[in-house]
C-alpha cells in the first residue's frame, strides 16, 4: 500500500512556467517531509523539507505547500529551467524514536521545454 | 558529491547467486538506511542501522540482510538471486539521535540478475 500518493506522473512545462507536483498522505503520525530531485544515473538529492507546524517553505525557486487538514503538500517551483527536468520525489517520515525511514512517493518527471 | 559512497557501481551475476554491496556513511552520520529503486516499486525502504544496531526494517526480504560495523560502514547482502532483485540499490545516512532530519544518498548499486 502506497503511503505517499504523488500526482502527477510527469509534468511538461515551458521555461519560466511554474511547475507544481502534488502530495496526499493518510497517516497523521509523520512529522517531516522532504523532497527529492533526482537526475539520471544518479542518487536522490535533497531538494527543500518541511514540518507540519508550518504553511509554507520557500528556498530560492522552490516553494513546499502544506496543508495538514487535507493531509496533502505540493512542490512549486517557480520559473522553471531546463536545468531543473529531473524527477522529482515527495516524502514523509515518521518520526524519530520509530526509526526516520522515508515513505516515498512515485516519482513526477518534469521535463521544462525551453 | 552528498559523501555517501558506496561500491560496485555496478554488478551483474546470474540468479540464484549471493551479492555484497557497500556503503560508507557521511563523516558524523551515524544511521544508515537502505534502499530499493525499481521502476514498478518506485523507491521503497529496506532497513536502518543505528550506530551498529537495526533500529527499523522496512519491505526487506528474508533472503537479503545488512549490518553496520564499527567504524559506520555498512553492507547488504542479497542472496538466492531472482530476476525480479534486479534493481537501483540506495544507501543513505544521516546524523540522526535528534539532530537534522535530512537523509543524504549514495550514487546506488545498479544490480542486474541474469
Known amino acids: 500500500q502506497q503511503q505517499v500518493k504523488q500526482s502527477p506522473q510527469s509534468l511538461i512545462v515551458q521555461k519560466g512556467g511554474i511547475s507544481i507536483i502534488n502530495c496526499a498522505y493518510e497517516?497523521?503520525?509523520?512529522?517531516?517531509f522532504p523532497w527529492y530531485q533526482q537526475f539520471p544515473g544518479k542518487g536522490p538529492a535533497l531538494l527543500i523539507a518541511i514540518r507540519p507546524d508550518v504553511s509554507e517553505k520557500k528556498e530560492g525557486r522552490f516553494t513546499i505547500s502544506f496543508n495538514k487538514s487535507a493531509k496533502q503538500f505540493s512542490l512549486h517551483i517557480m520559473d522553471s529551467q531546463p536545468g531543473d527536468s529531473a524527477t522529482y520525489f515527495c516524502?514523509?517520515?515518521?518520526?524519530?524514536?520509530?526509526?526516520?525511514?522515508?515513505?516515498f512517493g512515485t516519482g513526477t518527471s518534469l521535463t521544462v521545454i525551453p | 558529491d552528498s559523501g555517501v559512497t558506496q561500491t560496485p557501481k555496478h554488478l551483474i551475476t546470474a540468479t540464484g547467486q549471493r551479492v555484497t554491496l557497500r556503503c560508507s556513511p557521511r563523516?558524523?552520520?551515524?544511521?544508515v538506511y537502505w534502499y530499493q529503486q525499481s521502476l514498478d516499486q518506485g523507491l521503497q525502504f529496506l532497513i536502518q542501522?543505528?550506530?551498529?544496531?537495526?533500529?527499523a526494517k522496512g519491505n526487506i526480504l528474508e533472503r537479503f540482510s545488512a549490518q553496520q560495523f564499527p567504524d559506520l560502514h555498512s553492507e547488504l547482502n542479497l542472496s538466492s538471486l531472482e530476476l525480479g532483485d534486479s534493481a537501483l540499490y540506495f544507501c543513505?545516512?544521516?546524523?540522526?539521535?535528534?539532530?537534522?532530519?535530512?537523509?543524504?544518498f549514495g550514487p546506488g548499486t545498479r544490480l542486474t540478475v541474469t
Open positions: 497517516n497523521t503520525a509523520f512529522d517531516y
Open positions: 563523516s558524523g552520520d551515524l544511521s
Open positions: 543513505a545516512s544521516s546524523v540522526d539521535a535528534g539532530g537534522p532530519r535530512e537523509q543524504y
Open positions: 516524502a514523509a517520515s515518521l518520526p524519530v524514536y520509530t526509526g526516520n525511514q522515508f515513505y
Open positions: 542501522y543505528y550506530n551498529g544496531e537495526e533500529r
